[in-house]
């Protein structure tokens, strides 16, 4: 079922009309000196982990508790769940990249959380798995954010974060071993 655009619009109007607004986000100035121009940020604290913070942990369940109000409050919410958990499901094929009689490339199958890293030799040659980031942790958490080989096909630089970080850690490995 497709819904027209207003009719999503009002939708999220009317949802959203029940709710006064988000929780409040305390102002906590820090203000830096650089070069000679003074820099505030009211929100500096906000950049702590949760697990470092309780007052970022707090904010982090109270927006999320808004949200989730909002959001489970909306009319087409299960018919969209619905629709884009069907679209998720569908696997993908990254572009391949050719160095020297290697291709390298990246499939995600529908129910796989993150892609695949496959090398090949030559066009007609079998696929290896090269790295395979959904076995990296008993709970699936780890990223694969890039992956990038050297021209002559022998070792490939990579990035991986862990648990939803924006900290991508490089890797560097031998494409025919695997280490």
Known sequence: MRMKPVIVLTSVLVAG??????????????????????????????????????????WTTEQNDYTRKILDGLPFR????SRLSELMSMGSVGAPAMCANRYFYSERKGD?????????TGYNGQPRELLNPN?????????????????DGKFMAFGLSYAGSEMTVLHVMNVDSGT
Do not use: M
């Open 17 to 58: 009309a029940a709710f006064a607004g988000p929780p409040a986000t305390k102002i906590d100035p820090v203000t830096d000196d650089v070069q000679g121009t003074k820099i505030t940020d009211n929100y500096r604290w906000l950049e702590a982990k949760e697990a470092d913070s309780d007052d970022v942990k707090q």
């Open 78 to 81: 299960h018919s969209l769940e």
């Open 112 to 120: 796989e959380n993150q892609a695949i890293v496959y090398v090949r």
């Open 135 to 151: 076995t990296l942790d008993d709970k699936g958490l780890y990223a694969l954010d890039w992956y990038v080989p050297t021209d």
